[in-house]
């Protein structure tokens, strides 16, 4: 089993519509999740962490996360093309972390 | 304030050349990583350093891969000899702390595109 495991799309979303990403893990002493978002040629960009079970919203970004099934989730209200992008999930691996380990990601495009 | 400077940007070389990548992390950052992203494999940690030393290379593919941090401001990897399968982009990144949470992350450059034909 991967560490780290998210679907890796294409996810197509109409613009305005909310847009749904996935992402589960392996290591139960993880603590620390993050949302990095890649567009093409580009290098990943932090967009959300989240490090207690529920949601956080950040604008049009909501991070859910439920440590009992080992899930993180992304949602993107509002979705806009400019949203069209990579959506890589992260996780230390070890509680003392050091090494960040990164799902294959989820390549989100938004259909104006 | 810089980010974290890599070069060269993009590398074309011939199967079987010594390949250098370069990294500048950002100032005060004790922790540099080595990463590659494929389509086939995402993005794969290669090794961290910790205060300029390796705390976990076993992501180091093979023994033509190395990686060295002298001082705090700078680290390479080589690949010697380069293969095709060796064509991805390699990012360095670095972080002020290695533990995770409280807004700690990992920082990105803008990658080595590297080629091996």
């Known amino acids: 089993q991967k560490e780290v495991e998210q679907n890796s799309g294409p996810l197509s979303v109409p613009e305005g519509a909310i847009a749904s990403l996935n992402c589960t893990y392996s290591?139960?002493?993880?603590?620390?999740f993050f949302w990095y978002r890649q567009y093409s040629g580009k290098s990943p960009e932090l967009i959300m962490s989240?490090?207690?079970?529920g949601d956080k919203e950040d604008g049009r970004f909501t991070a859910q996360l439920n440590k009992a099934s080992q899930y993180v989730s992304l949602l993107i209200r509002d979705s806009q093309p400019s949203d069209s992008a990579t959506y890589l999930c992260?996780?230390?691996?070890?509680?003392?972390?050091?090494?960040?380990?990164f799902g294959q990601g989820t390549e989100l495009s938004v259909k104006p | 304030d810089a980010g974290v400077i890599q070069s060269p940007r993009h590398e074309v070389t011939e199967m079987g050349q010594e390949v250098t990548l370069r990294c500048k992390p950002i100032?005060?950052?004790?922790?540099l990583f080595w990463y590659r992203q494929t389509m086939m494999r995402g993005l794969e940690l290669l090794i961290y350093?910790?205060?300029?030393?390796?705390i976990d290379d076993s992501g180091m593919p093979e023994d033509r891969f190395s990686a060295k941090m002298p001082n705090a401001s700078f680290s390479t990897l080589k690949i010697q000899p380069s293969e095709p399968r060796d064509s991805a982009v390699y990012f360095c990144?670095?972080?002020?702390?290695?533990?995770w949470g409280s807004g700690n992350t990992i920082y990105f450059g803008e990658g080595s595109w590297l080629t091996v034909v």
């Open positions: 990144a670095s972080s002020p702390v290695g533990r």
């Open positions: 290591d139960r002493v993880s603590q620390s």
């Open positions: 989240i490090y207690s079970n």
């Open positions: 992260a996780v230390p691996s070890g509680n003392q972390g050091g090494k960040l380990i």
């Open positions: 100032s005060g950052h004790d922790y």
């Open positions: 350093f910790n205060n300029n030393v390796p």
